[in-house]
């Protein structure tokens, strides 16, 4: 995509949008997804957030739908005044040969994939993308994993996650969900 933009002269110059795409499961989205997509907002003109394995939820390791991890992300984000995102929940093929032109046909057209996960580097990479690994942030902590553990054992999740984020799990009571979902209907 073409864009206009003034000079200093005052005249006009056309140069190219930068569009950058940043994919993970979010569940749920936590501070460093956080820190990760606060640093590629300000360095591409466009972020396209693409929700992955968006038909799981209401399971242990992906308790929250992809219309709650929308709200969790977007809410987030205008939080701190960030606007130039788009959001696309993306569905599994479980095909890894193709997955890369399923997400393709999904997403406006991108430059630059920013992504930590080797299969997900592999797959862009080969297929002719500019592939950057972004900074981890407080690993050990700042983890999908990590965030539902606490979850479960009433430690303090919410110092993981953007204030916006403890609002939409207490509005869904996600909580309590992901601790029915742990419970076992076998006899003790
Ligand atoms: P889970 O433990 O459920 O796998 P996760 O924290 O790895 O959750 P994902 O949604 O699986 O989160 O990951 C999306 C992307 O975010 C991946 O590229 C992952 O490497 C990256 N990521 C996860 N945690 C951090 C962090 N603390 N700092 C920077 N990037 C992170
Ligand atoms: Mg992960």
């Known amino acids: 995509m073409l864009k206009s933009i003034g000079t200093k002269k005052g005249g006009w110059k056309t140069v190219k949008e930068r569009r950058a795409l940043y994919i993970g499961r979010f569940q749920p989205y936590h501070k460093g997804h956080h820190a990760v997509i606060r640093e590629i907002a300000s360095e591409v003109d466009e972020i396209i957030i693409c929700i992955g394995s968006a038909q799981r939820s209401h399971e242990i390791e992906n308790p929250f739908t992809a219309g709650e991890r929308y709200l969790m992300i977007s809410k987030s984000l205008r939080a701190e005044g960030i606007n130039n995102f788009y959001i696309v929940p993306i569905l599994d093929v479980n095909w890894n040969a193709v997955w ?23 797959l862009f990479k080969e297929r002719g993308y500019e592939v950057r690994t972004p900074m981890l942030f407080n690993r050990k902590s700042f983890s999908g994993s990590e965030v539902r553990r606490r979850m479960l054992c009433g430690e303090n999740w919410e110092e993981l996650v953007p204030p ?16 029915e979902l742990a419970k076992s209907d076998k006899e003790e």
């Open 164 to 179: 916006a984020v403890v609002e939409v799990i207490r509005e869904i009571s996600g909580v309590e969900r992901l601790r």
């Open 100 to 122: 890369v032109s399923h997400v393709e046909a999904l997403i406006p057209p991108v430059q630059v994939v920013y992504t930590n996960n080797p299969l997900t580097k592999r």
